[in-house]
């Protein structure tokens, strides 16, 4: 089994930056895919960042040059460094993972990032 437990939202100002951390726990094979998802109010969830064991990463367009996602196995924990933040970031994040291609078996409880001034 496997538990995801993130951390790290905040309020912050449109412009700043804001580091998620998702701990986890289980079986390496059940967290080969690993990811962020954010849903905003009113819209649908939406993949935000994924990583794979051997580091290979993806973003979605809006998020490109300016979030970074990382993991580090021997810590257990993945990072969102969110940097250059908008209003349009603010919703709910959540960590997720799965074995290979599978990425969404397993969710956090989600943490609330609110961009604002």
């Known amino acids: 089994q496997v538990q995801l437990v993130e951390s790290g939202g905040d309020l912050v100002q449109p412009g700043g930056s804001l580091r998620l951390s998702c701990v986890f726990s289980?079986?390496?094979?059940?967290?080969?895919?690993m990811g962020w998802f954010r849903q905003a109010p009113g819209k649908q969830r939406e993949l935000v960042a994924s990583i794979t064991l051997h580091g290979i990463t993806n973003y979605t367009d809006s998020v490109k040059g300016r979030f970074t996602i990382s993991r580090d196995d021997e810590k257990n924990t993945m990072w969102l460094q969110m940097n250059s933040l908008k209003s349009e970031d603010t919703a709910v994040y959540y960590c997720?993972?799965?074995?290979?291609?599978?990425?969404?078996?397993?969710w956090g409880q989600g943490t609330q990032v609110t961009v604002s001034s």
């Open positions: 997720a993972a799965g074995p290979v291609y599978k990425l969404g078996q397993y």
């Open positions: 289980g079986s390496i094979f059940n967290v080969a895919a």
